[in-house]
């Protein structure tokens, strides 16, 4: 059973900026993928940036050049660094953690809001 805990969420005006992080209860080494995701009011989750073990990371074209995934792997932590956030940046951000074993299984976060006021 893997844990993930988000903070970092909060209130910001256009153009600021914050720093998520998800702390995750097992070696996030060893995890197949992590990354996040959002939701918005009346709208599907979307996928926000995603990494697949050390490689590179995929992000939504939407956030392109303005949030940066990052990883601590001492620190078992990943991190999603927002900056010039936009009102449509509003939505409730997951992490998630794809873990091995005989299936793999994706882990959530509880979620953390982010609401950009313009």
């Known amino acids: 059973q893997v844990q993930l805990v988000e903070s970092g969420g909060g209130l910001v005006q256009a153009g600021g900026s914050l720093r998520l992080s998800c702390a995750a209860s097992g070696n996030i080494f060893g995890f197949n993928a992590m990354g996040w995701y959002r939701q918005a009011p009346g709208k599907e989750r979307e996928l926000v940036a995603a990494t697949r073990g050390g490689g590179s990371t995929n992000y939504a074209d939407s956030v392109k050049g303005r949030f940066t995934f990052s990883r601590d792997n001492a620190k078992n932590t990943v991190y999603l660094q927002m900056n010039s956030l936009k009102p449509e940046d509003t939505a409730v951000y997951f992490c998630?953690?794809?873990?091995?074993?005989?299936?793999?299984?994706?882990?959530w976060g509880q979620g953390t809001q982010v609401t950009v006021s313009s």
């Open positions: 998630y953690a794809d873990v091995p074993g005989y299936y793999s299984r994706r882990y």
